[in-house]
């Protein structure tokens, strides 16, 4: 989970699969950008993307009622996050989801809470994305010098 898109790949037998990929525009300034617009109506205070991050952090920022509005609507958008999988018909249950990146590692409780199962796995390291990346562009580099022997 990105800044702006959740890029979903599949694994089995620890292999991607390369048949399915897909990118959603679920990520965390689309968050941001709902977060401060619910705040500036519903309480009429422009909130930034520091304070934000600071109340999905556990930290206080000295408004119960702005910092409640953010964590109602973090919970909503990881809710329909999760719901958008659903309807591409990955079932959150029965796979095991491995969550990257540092949207999903700011998001953690709210994402823990949408998904319908008792063991997910958050990557906390916000470089895990360009290093399975690396890793990946590297086994396709072997496979391809093997093929020209």
Not at 89 to 96: A, G, H, N, Q, T
Request: net charge negative.
């Amino acid at each position: 989970i990105g800044g702006y898109t959740t890029d979903i790949a599949l694994v089995a037998n620890r292999r991607i699969d390369l048949n399915f990929f897909e990118s959603l525009d679920f990520g965390v300034i689309f968050l941001y950008n709902e977060i401060a617009d619910v705040v500036r109506k519903n309480h009429g205070k422009g909130i930034n993307g520091i304070l934000i991050e600071a109340i999905l952090k556990g930290e206080n920022i000295g408004d119960d009622d702005v910092e409640e509005t953010v964590k109602a609507v973090t919970d909503n958008y990881a809710k329909r996050l999760i719901s958008s999988l659903r309807d591409r018909k990955i079932d959150m249950e029965l796979s095991l989801p491995v969550l990257v990146g540092g949207g999903a590692q700011l998001m953690e409780q709210y994402l823990r809470r949408a998904i319908p199962r008792n063991e997910v796995l958050i990557v906390p390291d916000v470089r895990a994305n360009a290093i399975g990346y690396e890793v990946f562009a590297n086994r396709i580099l072997k496979e391809r010098q093997k093929s020209t022997f």
